[in-house]
């Protein structure tokens, strides 16, 4: 059971527009910024957005992040098959003076 | 370019121990903190410990705490992680990562992130 909530799975055809959540309490997510990182197959995880909503340099601007009291999402926009990855999001946890991530989002790309 | 390189994983029956090391290059390790993450198969990233860029301050997760310990050493661009009392619960691929420039030191923002070494513990 993670700290950080996330969908089991999402999907969505070429083209559109998809919105991963991620649930946490005023510990953790309504306290500290949210971070996005997203894992292609057999590949080591990859930054896509720092401090809710900040790209770093070479993400495309069809990720965007956003964060709303003790939740935050990831929305992919104009969806391509090279964004079937497993999404993950992660802050720092007040309480259990640690980071958490959430359990991770597989995304399909039918 | 960056580059984070892990080694030291291998195959180790319960209750014993490793160290795992992470080569850095590309960058100035002595003014980054660092940290471990976990993901054991089939499963999903969990956080393991941070360091500070001095190696003066270190947080970790409870399921290793007292058990794992952090370490750097900056004059070998290396950063560690010893682990003992290993149990199967720790049989996991693990990643090394550079803190990216903002916010609080022990964010989990991990700008740059090794190919990871593969821990299994079993009898």
């Known amino acids: 059971q993670s700290v950080l909530t996330q969908p089991p799975s999402a999907s969505g055809t070429p083209g559109q527009t998809v919105t991963i959540s991620c649930s946490g309490s005023s510990s953790n997510i309504g306290f500290n910024d949210v971070y996005w990182y997203q894992q292609l197959p057999g590949m080591a995880p990859k930054l896509l957005i720092y401090?809710?909503?900040q790209r770093p340099s070479g993400v495309p601007d069809r990720f965007s992040g956003s964060k709303s009291g003790t939740s935050a999402s990831l929305a992919i926009s104009g969806l391509r098959s090279e964004d079937e990855a497993d999404y993950y999001c992660?802050?720092?946890?007040?309480?259990?003076?640690?980071?958490?991530f959430g359990g991770g989002t597989p995304l399909t790309v039918l | 370019q960056v580059q984070l390189v892990e080694s030291g994983g291998g195959v180790v029956q319960p209750g014993a121990s490793l160290r795992l090391s992470c080569v850095v290059s590309g960058f100035t390790f002595s003014t980054y903190a660092m940290h471990w993450v976990r993901q054991a198969p089939g499963k999903g990233l969990e956080w393991v410990a941070v360091i500070t860029y001095d190696g003066s301050n270190k947080y970790y997760a409870d399921t290793v705490k007292g058990r794992f310990t952090i370490s750097r050493d900056n004059s070998k661009n290396t950063l560690y992680l010893q682990m003992n009392s290993l149990t199967s619960e720790d049989t996991a691929l693990y990643y090394c990562?550079?803190?990216?420039?903002?916010?609080?030191?022990?964010?989990?923002?991990?700008?740059?992130w090794g190919q990871g070494t593969l821990v299994t513990v079993y009898s």
């Open positions: 990562g550079r803190k990216g420039s903002a916010g609080g030191w022990y964010f989990p923002f991990l700008d740059y």
């Open positions: 992660a802050a720092w946890d007040e309480t259990l003076d640690g980071g958490v």
């Open positions: 401090k809710n909503n």
